[in-house]
């Protein structure tokens, strides 16, 4: 028989046990980590202190508490002191045998939603880019000859003309640039699943942005020191996080603006497989900036490739994120409003005993 704690310690939500003065006497494992706060530090204290729903509950839960009826509110905005409100489904439920005291719990949805939404954009993915790769092979030779034809009939043209010749030379050696980068993601090898700090890949591509093509921007770090090791490959993680701020320093517009990379850790984190089997991903990393914002038109879409924002954009980069942690079978996800785009990547640790992925 399993015990009382056990079950407690292992439901997957959020779940907090309140007094009749609605303070808490008790959390669980995800509502430590929903809190970003250890069971002992809020024990005692008043959960609308801790918690904040969007929506006048407190009269309903007085009049639960009254009738001994359960309280269900679908699909309203909780936040708490250290993380943004998340949409969920929120329940209320008498403790059988103790009078006055409560069980609150969580479901979050907006991140089943995004779930869903990610899980569409990767098949979606994988789809247009084997399409792709195969019109980017065929098409690589006609452009070939293209080149050589043009180059051959530069060298019996009169000065005036060679900027025809020169401009199809320069466009088939675009196009050709574009579809390498198309046939990258075939030629991904799998990842090198190796136990990685991730602090060091941040810092090295920090380092590179502010050498290269984010030397406008700030760049700015809130780490979380005790963060476990990650499972996965150094380097391409490095190339993912390399395309976040790439894309965050180009919709600044060579305009001064600030980048955060957070990491925090979220124990209560798991993705859910289609078979029904879970996965906890509680490494978390946020990229973090204050341009404008994606369009409100591709955000949906952001994943899929060729979908850009900008005017001459491939919308390569964000497929290419997408696959590879798709690849490290981790999660990512975006938030944009003008002011503050958030992507934030989801990873498994290195188990503390074995090494191996949890």
Same mark, same amino acid.
């Given at each position: ?126 789809? &247009?880019? @084997?399409? !792709?790769?195969? #019109?980017?092979?065929?098409?690589? $030779?006609? /452009?070939?000859?293209?080149?050589? %034809? =043009? ?78 090791? &990650?499972? @996965?490959? !150094?380097?391409? #993680?490095?190339?993912?996080?390399? $395309?976040? /701020?790439?894309?965050?320093?180009? %919709? =600044? ?93 989801? /990873? ?11």
């Amino acid at each position: 028989m399993i015990s009382d704690t056990a079950l407690w310690a292992s439901l997957p939500v959020p779940a907090f046990l309140i007094d009749a003065e609605d303070c808490i006497l008790d959390v669980n494992s995800a509502g430590e980590g929903f809190l970003n706060a250890s069971c002992k530090s809020v024990l005692g204290h008043p959960i609308w202190d801790q918690i904040a729903i969007d929506a006048p509950i407190e009269d309903a839960l007085l009049r639960s508490r009254r009738d001994g009826t359960p309280l269900f509110v679908n699909d309203i905005d909780v936040g708490s002191g250290s993380r943004a409100p998340l949409q969920c489904g929120v329940q209320f439920a008498h403790v059988v045998g103790k009078p006055g005291q409560m069980l609150l719990m969580l479901t979050p949805r907006e991140l089943a939603g995004s779930m869903t939404r990610a899980q569409s954009a990767k098949s979606a993915a994988q789809s &247009a880019i @084997g399409m !792709a790769e195969m #019109l980017a092979h065929e098409i690589k $030779n006609p /452009l070939a000859g293209i080149t050589g %034809a =043009a180059q051959l009939l530069s060298m019996n043209l009169a000065q005036d003309d060679l900027e025809l010749t020169d401009l199809i030379v320069e466009e088939c050696r675009r196009i050709v640039k574009l579809l390498d980068q198309v046939e990258q993601f075939g030629n991904l090898s799998p990842p090198d699943f190796q136990p990685v700090n991730l602090h060091d890949v941040l810092d090295r591509a920090r380092r590179s942005a502010l050498l290269g093509f984010g030397a406008h921007m700030t760049i700015v770090d809130d780490y979380d020191p005790s963060l476990p090791m &990650a499972w @996965g490959d !150094a380097d391409q #993680l490095l190339q993912v996080v390399l $395309n976040l /701020l790439k894309n965050a320093s180009e %919709a =600044a517009e060579n305009k001064h603006g600030t980048i955060k990379i957070r990491t925090f850790y979220e124990h209560s984190f798991r993705l859910r497989r289609s078979d029904g089997t879970g996965k906890t991903l509680p490494l978390q990393i946020e990229v973090i900036d204050d341009g404008p914002g994606l369009p409100p038109a591709i955000q949906e879409d952001v994943f899929d490739p060729f979908v850009s924002g900008r005017e001459n954009g491939t919308g390569l980069g964000l497929a290419l994120v997408s696959k590879i942690i798709s690849d490290h079978k981790g999660w990512i996800s975006v938030s944009s409003t003008p002011g503050r785009t958030v992507f934030r990547l989801s /990873l498994s640790r290195v188990q503390r005993d074995k090494k191996v992925q949890e």
